[in-house]
């Protein structure tokens, strides 16, 4: 029989350890060390592109380490796939047996799709060790569509939101008639082409689509064939998906073939394509993308700093957006559970480099502001210049989120 005095000095006792223990767990994420998985191409075609964005996480992860909103330390693993799905699930599984909860790719649809799959397996059938997978540009809409998961992030736009803000800039342009899809032949590609047929038909109806043609992905060196059938068609413009070598060259191809349309791309910012497209394209290579050189202020004191250290160029941010997501996410979970955190990352908000984005709840796609730059001379107002080309991506137009947010028909199927 307890005495009742004692009895409720035990329970404040008891209460009073509760909340300790609780502050104790509440702040336990401070100075942990969480370990990222880079799962990509580091060799082959698209090496290059690997090893500039590893870099860049690296770069921006040390960034972070000396202040983020969790109070906690990121660490970079890498892992070299090779561009193939099969190589990436053996990483996958080696990641996971080293204990790495969070995961990072973006280079090669095929390979997101393999991962999602994979990674919802294994979060089903080992509860405890569930794993999140970041994806900071794999664009395939059906990631967040008919194979949304709920352990899958987008930090990029998808093809259907970049063909969105481009064919929006694309119907104000009445030098535009003819139209040439030229596209990598795996599910990145085949979106381009799809999404530009059916939202120029609907914005403008009287663009001709003159041909169309895939290629195999990051094996084709010489260009040539396919930039005589552009000619050939009368194209006076070439909409296309790639990316790496595949756009290096094929605008190489292009300049020395004397083709003078315009092209507009996804990817003209990437590692080799400033070097292809030199003094040419000036005025005719336009991106469509989350962000540009010149964006200003400290992204742009971020990119020089890059440039000075790595002699390399900064453009892969949507890492920025994951870092910062993800350390925000860990502080309002108190947490870095994955478990816990892919619940705080739903519909989480930040402010960002490119204004206010957020992490919409229903298919895990952010949701962020796009712009339009052109490939022209860098000059006193725009004066980054990639790969020491002197020339730079000037922006001509933004696009709010909302312009170019597209639908979804994510069926999301949610843990317990």
Avoid at 181 to 189: D, M, P, R, T, V
């Amino acid at each position: 029989m307890f005495d009742f005095p004692s009895f409720r000095s035990i329970a404040r006792a008891a209460a009073l350890t509760a909340l300790v223990a609780g502050a104790a767990t509440a702040h336990a994420q401070k100075g942990e060390t969480v370990k990222l998985a880079y799962i990509d191409a580091l060799s082959g075609l698209m090496g290059p592109v690997g090893q500039n964005q590893v870099k860049t996480f690296q770069f921006l992860a040390e960034k972070f380490n000396k202040s983020n909103p969790a109070g906690v330390k990121f660490q970079i693993v890498t892992f070299d796939n090779k561009l193939s799905p099969a190589e990436s699930l053996n990483l996958l599984k080696a990641a996971a047996d080293q204990g790495i909860r969070y995961v990072m790719q973006g280079n090669g649809s095929s390979v997101a799709l393999a991962l999602s799959d994979a990674i919802a397996k294994h979060n089903e059938r080992n509860p405890g060790k569930e794993i999140v997978y970041l994806n900071y540009s794999a664009v395939d809409p059906d990631l967040t569509n008919s194979k949304c998961s709920y352990w899958h992030f987008r930090f990029d736009a998808d093809t259907s939101m970049k063909m969105e803000a481009l064919t929006t800039f694309i119907k104000d342009q009445p030098d535009v008639k003819k139209v040439f899809l030229l596209n990598q032949n795996y599910a990145h590609g085949h979106q381009v082409a799809k999404y530009a047929k059916e939202m120029l038909a609907r914005k403008r109806p009287d663009i001709q689509v003159v041909g169309e043609d895939l290629h195999p992905l990051a094996q084709v060196r010489d260009f040539a064939p396919y930039v005589a059938k552009v000619k050939a068609s009368g194209a006076d413009t070439v909409i296309t998906g790639n990316w790496g070598s595949d756009l290096a060259l094929l605008v190489k191809a292009a300049n020395e073939a004397g083709y003078n349309g315009k092209f507009f791309t996804y990817y003209t910012g990437v590692t080799g394509t400033p070097t292809a497209l030199g003094q040419g394209g000036a005025g005719r290579v336009y991106q469509v993308a989350y962000s540009h050189y010149n964006m200003g202020g400290d992204t742009q004191k971020l990119a020089d700093e890059f440039k000075a250290k790595f002699n390399d160029d900064l453009y892969t941010l949507s890492a920025d957006h994951i870092l910062l997501m993800l350390s925000q996410a860990m502080a309002n979970a108190k947490s870095t559970d994955p478990v816990k955190v892919a619940a705080a990352l739903e519909g989480l908000t930040v402010k960002s480099f490119n204004g206010e984005v957020t992490m919409r709840k229903t298919d895990h796609q952010l949701q962020q502001a796009l712009y339009i730059s052109v490939w022209q001379k860098a000059d006193a107002k725009y004066p980054y210049s990639p790969e020491g080309t002197g020339m730079t991506l000037v922006p001509v137009k933004q696009y709010e989120s909302y312009v170019s947010s597209t639908p979804t028909s994510c069926q999301m199927k949610r843990p317990g």
